[in-house]
């Protein structure tokens, strides 16, 4: 969930704030990172602490409520929050400068921010949370660490109040502050479930773990950067609430996501495309890697996994294209809502098609190359 909020900020900097002129002067800049990097923050801290409260509950659910302690439940909070905070001002700062960088150089913003959030976010998320993980969890059992723990939970979500404050001064951050929280808590609901989904599909599947990041990142990322320009486009050319050119049911036809009638098909196309020699690439890396031997490279599973992914794009981009026109006809900023939804859209159908190319692969008889990959 942080690396959307990350995305969310580079979308927000890279995108409409850059193409209607909002970054201009010195004073509209350090506004508009002020109130954003604000919003980003409140949101850090209070998705975090949801995401800690679910993780909680379902393993009480599964494990009994005797499994767990106080202790325990208060280092995860803490290691949650403390992590979306650190990463939230961390990200704010980088994706401020890549898109100062991006226009310094002449560079559209929308192809640079939105893909680079997504390919350093997930790795420093993770990094800091095993950092501050360890460090609160070593501490945990230590006389009166309970109170200090509970206070600095407290202190952190009161905090959120204050960004709420700052990020209500700004026009821009007002709007995505009262009707970006549907999108987030939707898409953290989505990727709870593609984590269940996973958890499953590896307890009869262990080679699944090793794929997973790969085809839910792939096609979350290329959905997100198609998601920045439909957005882009419909703040140039549209009327609040009426889309440029087409109706809504125009959006409804999947054949036109690659019918490559207008521009935004022939991009949609170009993404799709990308997506094979990426992945190829990172299949070697995989069983060189990661699996370790080379040599279990399996050619059916190769053609199986890139219809897969093929399938997947086809998905998000199809969604992307009408949930974009939806929302704008809604009168929603398209934003701030379209890039949550669809990555963690990507986390559920990739760890599904991910789950369906095994089973595929159980059922063509090679029970024992899966075994192998473990």
């Known amino acids: 969930m942080q690396n959307r909020m990350d995305m969310l900020v580079s979308h927000m900097f890279g995108q409409k704030r850059t193409h209607l002129g909002l970054l201009k002067t010195r004073e509209q800049k350090i506004k508009l990172y002020i109130a954003s990097a604000s919003l980003d923050q409140a949101q850090a801290l209070i998705i975090g602490f949801l995401a800690a409260n679910v993780t909680t509950i379902f393993y009480i ?3 009994g409520s005797g499994s767990i302690s106080l202790d325990h439940v208060l280092a ?3 290691t949650s929050i403390v ?19 991006a226009i310094a150089l002449r560079i559209n913003p929308d192809n640079i921010a939105t893909p680079f959030a997504a390919m350093i976010g997930d790795c420093i998320t993770m990094t800091t949370f095993v950092f501050f993980g360890t460090m609160i969890n070593n501490h945990r059992e230590e006389h009166g660490h309970k109170f200090i723990y509970l206070f600095i939970i407290l202190a952190f979500l009161v905090s959120s109040i204050f960004w709420m ?3 209500q001064r700004n026009p821009h951050t007002r709007q995505v502050l ?6 987030i808590i939707t898409a953290m609901c989505f990727s709870t479930t593609a984590g269940y989904i996973l958890q499953n599909a590896y307890s009869k599947y262990p080679g699944v773990a090793n794929f997973q990041p790969v085809t839910a990142g792939v096609g979350g990322n290329l959905g997100s950067i198609q998601a920045s320009r439909i957005s ?11 889309l440029p050119a087409n109706s809504l049911l125009t959006y409804l036809n999947p054949l036109r996501t690659y019918a490559c009638k207008e ?3 022939v991009k949609a196309l170009i993404l799709a495309i990308m997506l094979f020699p990426g992945n190829i690439v990172f299949l070697v890396l995989i069983f060189a890697i990661s699996i370790g031997n080379i040599a279990l490279w399996n050619w059916v599973f190769f053609f199986l996994y890139l219809l897969a992914a093929f399938i997947h794009v086809s998905i998000l981009l199809y969604v992307c294209q009408l949930m974009s026109r939806v929302y704008w006809r809604l009168k929603i900023n ?3 809502n379209t890039i949550p939804i669809l990555t963690a859209l990507g986390d559920l159908f990739g760890s599904l098609l991910l789950m369906a190319v095994f089973v595929l692969m159980s059922t063509f008889g090679y029970q024992q190359w899966e075994n192998s990959l473990q």
């Open 61 to 63: 659910i599964q494990n």
């Open 76 to 78: 995860l909070h803490l």
């Open 83 to 101: 992590t979306s905070s650190a990463t939230s001002f961390l990200f704010s700062f980088l994706m401020f400068s890549v898109t100062l960088l």
């Open 165 to 167: 404050c700052i990020a």
């Open 178 to 183: 009262k009707t970006g929280w549907f999108s």
């Open 232 to 242: 882009t486009y419909l703040h140039k050319f549209g009327e609040w609430g009426v």
């Open 263 to 265: 521009e935004e098909s």
């Open 334 to 336: 398209p934003d701030n």
